[in-house]
């Protein structure tokens, strides 16, 4: 299992063998930005703007604009599809987008139909995209709330039994994080700063809805994990697991460095006992004879 926690947790990607499943965490932005993310504006939109934004979400697909501007390092697609499936010039967008190093978010609207969470993981992991499952927004009918979160454990188990999906999976990701650092250490008080997470799953919930859809992923979770204390273990053991790469990356390194420095002093020491060269200055005649001077 590979397993990345990088808001809440400090641990980093490690491989477990004796995991079934495939999960991976973190969340991609979070790289230096130069100007605030800009949220829900159009493809071409983009293009106009004066100041480029390092990260933009929400951004509609209307045209078929396949180069990524310049300067930007994250970017949110809208789903959008057709008859057949996903729209043509948003697949094209995202796969000129994620080939050219640009992260990519495919953002899936609550009212978004016939969505079928297989079918979306395999494409996104096919094309090295993270996918968000944005939620109905404030004051969203009870009916709504609850097809949101039916949507959530559909994906939630799809996301903790595929192994080739590397990126994230929003919220499911960050909360499952969330979950992994809280069995490390004290989480009271913590409260999410990424913007993305604020501005599309903080924003648009209340926290009592927040808490009820929090609750059906950690069932999920704990399901695929046999269980509280069957997750519980697993933490502890990737941690445990760190810990020794760790412990072991620090004796090799400092293993090779003892090394060098001993092949630096002997490399002096024998530089010292080397005899001088006879000197290439020419014998007079008396000593090219042999005669005493």
Sequence with gaps: M??????????S?????????????GKTGDAGQSTPPVFDITLSELWEIDQVPACVYGVDVDEGLFDPREGVYEVGFLYKANETGLDEDLMDVMVSHASAKVEVIL???ANATDIVPSTIMAMA?????????LPPGLGASRKEEKAYQKRLKEFCECY??????????FPISSYLEYMFASKLRSTRGFKPSDPYIVERFVKTTTEEYSNRFKRKIKKVVYEAFGGSDGFRNFTLQVARKIQDMTEEKARKAAA???????????SEQDTSEVAPAPSSEPKTEQEADGTQV
């Design 256 to 266: 090779k460095y003892a090394l060098e420095n001993q092949a630096a002093n002997d």
């Design 125 to 133: 992991a096919n094309l090295g995209v993270s996918v968000s499952l």
């Design 2 to 11: 590979s397993v990345k926690l990088e808001k809440t947790g400090g641990i």
């Design 107 to 109: 953002e899936i609207p």
């Design 13 to 25: 990607s490690v491989e477990q063998p004796t995991s079934p499943k495939g999960v991976n965490l």
């Design 160 to 169: 903790l039994g595929k192994k080739d999906f590397k990126k994230s999976l």
